[in-house]
Structure formats: C-alpha cells, structure tokens
C-alpha cells in the first residue's frame, strides 16, 4: 500500500538552514503536503506541491520535489527556535485521504 | 482567519462507555475528516464525509464508530463502547479543494 516515510529528528542552530526530507510510495501523488505540530497543538498546514512542479518557495519555506525518486525535501531557512516542533509530510490518495510520515522532530539550539 | 475547532480539548472516560467528539468545521468547506494518533505512532486515517455521507473510511472505522452531521456546522464522532486500544489524539479536518485543514485535536484516554 502507500507509505510515507522521513527521518525522526533532525538539530541544528538557529541560523543555518534546515532540510527535512521525505520518500514516498504512490507513484500517482498528485498534491504533497507539509504540516507542523507544535507541542499540545495541531497540525498547522505550512505548504504543499502540485506533483508537476519542481520547486515551491514560500517566504523562509523551500520545497523540493522529485518525482522519479520519489522524495520530497523541506528547506527551512535561517531557521529559528521558533521552528522548533514535528514535521510531516503527506501524501494524498486518489480518494483525497491524506498519508502521513512518522513525523520529523525539528530541534533549534540557540 | 478560520479555523477548525474541536471539542473536548480532553476526555476522559472508562472502558466500554460512549463518546462523542465534537468539532466545528471552516464554515465554507465541503469535505470533513477525522484523522487519529496514537501516542508514538503516525497520523492515520479514520473517515471521510462529503455530501452528508462517507465517502470512504479505514480499517479502524469499524461498527463501533459513526459519524454525522448534525446541523449544518458540526462534525461529530461517536465511540459507542471504548476500549482501551482507542486512547489517543483525534484530529478533526476540513477542506474545500486542495489542502485539508486541521483542529487543535481532542485528547481520548480510555481507562
């Protein structure tokens, strides 16, 4: 079945970049999905790709995307420890279901 | 800005009893989820509704799970006998097209 899989935690400092990445199975994606949780929170939608596209950029956000491997890749620029939280990736079904990763958790040091 | 929102923020309740979680979709949407996570474990699938009807569900959204809409505004999920399996985080969501948007969350514990 579908899968979508990414590395569990990720540190870096505040100030350099951070790049969070993602494999997934379903080789039909037509929409993926960036979503971040905050503790005790929900999940907030930080941006997403149209499987045709190459590259998303959305102010600080970069989203990369290649289809024939099937990794899609999130760029977080000068990050800060406001960054701090889980990251997800998503992949939609053709039934509009989405398919989460595990989770990446996104460690910002002063 | 709209926004989902769920409520209880937490419940608890025994094992074997009834629950309903409650949530308030953005008020132009037209396709509503629910969404669970186990403590630990991936975000996963329960049910979509669109048209005042499911318009698919997982392998967890058995008999003992129903969904409704009530009144045009409400999204509900009903547990009718808890078990202790069914503790965890439940995520209502709501779209219109492309991006589904998600609540707070509702804690379950089941003891």
């Known amino acids: 079945g579908e899968d979508v899989e990414q590395s569990l935690f990720l540190s870096v400092r505040e100030g350099d970049s951070s790049v969070i990445n993602c494999t997934y199975t379903d080789s039909s994606s037509t929409y993926l999905y960036w979503y971040k949780q905050e503790p005790g929170a929900g999940l907030q939608l930080l941006t997403y790709i149209f499987s045709n596209m190459d590259m998303k950029q959305d102010q600080r956000l970069t989203v990369l995307l290649n289809k024939k491997d099937k990794h899609l890749s999130l760029r977080i620029a000068d990050t800060q420890t406001g960054d701090s939280a889980i990251y997800f990736c998503?992949?939609?079904?053709?039934?509009?279901?989405?398919?989460f990763g595990q989770g990446t958790t996104l460690q910002v040091k002063p | 800005e709209p926004e989902v929102t769920q409520t209880p923020s937490h419940q608890v309740t025994q094992m074997g009893q009834e629950v309903i979680l409650r949530c308030v979709p953005i008020?132009?949407?037209?396709?509503f989820y629910w969404y669970r996570q186990i403590l630990g474990q991936k975000v996963e699938f329960l049910v979509s509704?669109?048209?005042?009807?499911?318009?698919?569900k997982s392998e967890i959204f058995d008999d003992q799970f129903s969904v409704e809409r009530p009144d045009g505004s409400n999204f509900t999920l009903k547990i009718r006998s808890t078990k202790l399996e069914d503790s965890a985080m439940y995520f209502c969501?709501?779209?219109?097209?492309?991006?589904?948007?998600f609540g707070p969350g509702t804690r379950l514990t089941v003891t």
């Open positions: 998503a992949d939609v079904s053709n039934t509009g279901k989405l398919i």
């Open positions: 008020s132009n949407h037209l396709y």
């Open positions: 509704f669109y048209n005042n009807e499911i318009s698919e």
């Open positions: 969501a709501s779209s219109v097209s492309r991006a589904e948007y």
